[in-house]
Nanobody, 115 residues
Framework: QMQLVESGGGLVQTGDSLRLSCVASRGFISLYRMNWYRQAPGKQRELVAQISKDGDINYADSVKGRFTISRDNAKNAVYLQMNSLEPEDTAVYYC?????????WGQGTQVTVSS
């Protein structure tokens, strides 16, 4: 079963940047759609960005122009570059690998943006 491990979260100030990484083991991400989700306290988990195996990318409206998703299949990794961070971006960020009905999730990494 594939394992996903996120890293790169932390406490930053408004306007700062962070780069999240998600590295997979016990499997290869090349065939998977890779997604970043986030969940803020008291809110439902929401899709932030996704990149297909072919490189097609979609973003949530709230992060367009600020976040960039990328993947490196050779490194079995997916990244989320987050710029111009806002307090509303505070959440636990989760990496997800999706293939048809198969779903793998990481444990999440906390991002906190102070005002």
């Amino acid at each position: 079963q594939m394992q996903l491990v996120e890293s790169g979260g932390g406490l930053v100030q408004t306007g700062d940047s962070l780069r999240l990484s998600c590295v997979a083991s016990r499997g290869f991400i090349s065939l998977y759609r890779m997604n970043w989700y986030r969940q803020a306290p008291g809110k439902q988990r929401e899709l932030v960005a996704q990149i297909s195996k072919d490189g097609d990318i979609n973003y949530a409206d709230s992060v367009k122009g600020r976040f960039t998703i990328s993947r490196d299949n050779a490194k079995n990794a997916v990244y989320l570059q987050m710029n111009s961070l806002e307090p509303e971006d505070t959440a636990v960020y989760y990496c997800n690998a999706q293939l048809v009905q198969i779903d793998y999730w990481g444990q999440g990494t906390q991002v906190t943006v102070s005002s």
